[in-house]
């Protein structure tokens, strides 16, 4: 359809009469930045009717004792869900278990990641196989590796236990999952361990970037590694780590499958809850649908907030 | 050559306009259910037979993992498209009929009050809610206890028949973190319910109005008592509290000696532990001298704007024949029709769980129930981890309760 509209503009630029020309170059113009958001219009539109739509959607109904089956007798409670669920302890509890979650396995990510990623870029044999070895956890199902350390760290017969016993580091078993701050141990452990391979792929990536020259040079130049490192690899990295920072924190604040799984959402006594599996209990389970789509604006909010400050306070144009 | 190409153009027009005709005289039911593997595979062989008595209706079955089921209904009915009918959990039915998505069995099946009359009083109750049923039965099932015969014959004890014989026998087969004499499956109110009712305790008042009285009543205090007091002595396995050792996986190899579970734990055991033999008795009796259990099972739903309910109906009267009833009942499904006690098709250890459900009681009828179960699991929790006595952990369930049936 803009194929035409380009060549109508275009074609009348032959002709000599100048008024004539003036007024197609300016149509032509106008055609020529109408194009890219034609480009655009199919994304947007899908962004909007599967994304925003529901939204505004779910905001709507987040002020509301929703009724799923007839809408319009819901009854308008204003921000009262809101208020109440920010005053309901296990709510405050899952967020701290959140946040914990988020301020432990973020930084432990990028740290182990960023090792891995500096060892996988040295010319080392078997370099493909250690680059696909790490990657591994990262396509593993969430369900299945959930349950898989819901068996290592099984109070009566787990293989953590058991080597925990042989090492005569413990007496007795560990109930892991019985206790509300063990049994965020193996929550924050499967997190690290199944996101450090995208990470460290992630900061391979960024290292690779950055030119061999500088590395030579600095040599030339008495540099040793940790110098290298240090004024080198970390600022020049720095827009891939301020990228990861961002991605893994609101990656972080959406724990959800391994906390519904491993604890059966908030085992023991609701203390174990994080923001989405309480979502899930008061949606799914209480069918409560207005204080659970506040619960997700809580969410949303604090995700951008906290998105917002890393990238204004970390963001730096690097020029080297 | 010519005229065989003819024949064959006029016989692919034929039936082209054949067929949407023949499609329009098929109604379709869609069936959703949360059934085993092994149901699954019986309830093909009843759908073939029953759209091969009724050729005009074809039964789409879909099944859902029970965990999945809420959700996927919730979604399916937000969208405007729910099934025609359901197999739901029977504590499920009062929440779906408060929602207003089901139809009135005793309003929209005819012969309503016929099959009615034919089925167990106890799960049928199960569908009633604000004065209407809003479902038929499908299938039944109870607790007992499932108990391991050669631990018990080496430590020369006997099957418990009451409380206190179950508590001493508890302790005496108890050895260490090697054997537990007893063993729950968590704290949710399913796994401590047979010992629960069977001591006489009670959640609310027969008209769901109130726990005070009920919940926090002496029955109700004491058998948590004898609950918390066998798991303080260390004769109930500490998988109760989380991440342990399940229940089945445990039982069948000599971990626990005694289980309270169900009928399907029959093919569990027969496909999972072969070589174990599961031996099953009566919940014992609590002070009064009377056994009781927990009613489960699910009951069978029509959905209110179901366009096809003719056809619905049609199947839901199949779902409560004798010949669907006695078909699943052969991979351990125990049916509703009560002229089916003593027949002899159906499995032996049947019996005990038939002689059971005389004496199980239902679960609170209520939307709220599944905010309950939490407020009960907690309860339980300070119990056994010992922040709140039993007293002080029911009393504030009471006021929990309250606050959620005043609503």
Partial sequence: MATPNVHQGEAPRSLPRPQAKQKDAGLSLLFQRLIPYAFLLPGLLLFGVFVVLPMLYSFRISLYDWDILRPERSEYVG???????????????????????????VPAQMGLGLGIAILLNQRLPGQAFFRTLYYLPVITSWVIVSLLFEYLFNGQAGLVNYLLQQARLVDQPVRWLADETLAMIPIHLLGIWKGVGWTAIVMLAGLQAIPEALYEAAAVDGANAWRRFRFFTLPLLRPTLVFLLVVLTIGALNVYI????????????????????????ETFDNFEFGRGAAISYLLTAVVFVISLVQIRVLQRDIEY | MKRLSLTLALLIVTCLMLAPAAAQDT?????????SDPETAKLDEQI????????????????YAYNDFKEALLTAIAGGEPPDVARLDIVWVPEFAELGVLAAMDETLPNFNELAEGLFPGPLQTNYWAGRYWGLPLNTNTQVLLYNQAQFEEAGLEVPATVQDFVSAACALTEGDQQYGYALGGTYFWAPAPLFYAQGGQITDPEVTTAEGYLNSEASVQAFQTLVDLYGEDCVSPNLLGGGIGTAEGHATGLYSMIVDGPWMVDIYKNDFPDFEVSFAPIPAGPEGTTSSVVGGENVVLFADSPNQEAALEWINYLLSEDYQLAMSEVGVIPTLSRLVGNEALPEYFGVFMDQLQTAQARTPTPHWSEIDNIINNAFQFMLRGEKTVEEALNDAVTEVDTLLAE
């Avoid at chain 2, 109604?27 to 059934?35: E, L, P």
Wanted: aromatic content about 10%.
């Fill in chain 1, 79 to 105: 921000l009262g869900h809101y208020l109440d669920i920010l005053n309901n302890g296990v709510f405050q509890r899952a967020a701290l278990n959140t946040l914990l979650y988020a301020v432990v396995t």
């Fill in chain 2, 48 to 63: 073939a037979a029953f759209e091969a008595a009724h050729p005009d209706i074809d039964i789409e079955a879909t099944r």
């Fill in chain 2, 27 to 35: 109604t379709t039911v869609r069936y959703w259910h949360t059934m």
């Fill in chain 1, 258 to 281: 391994s906390g519904l799984l491993m604890t059966d959402g908030g085992n023991p006594l609701d203390r174990t809850h994080f923001v989405l599996t309480l979502m899930y209990e």
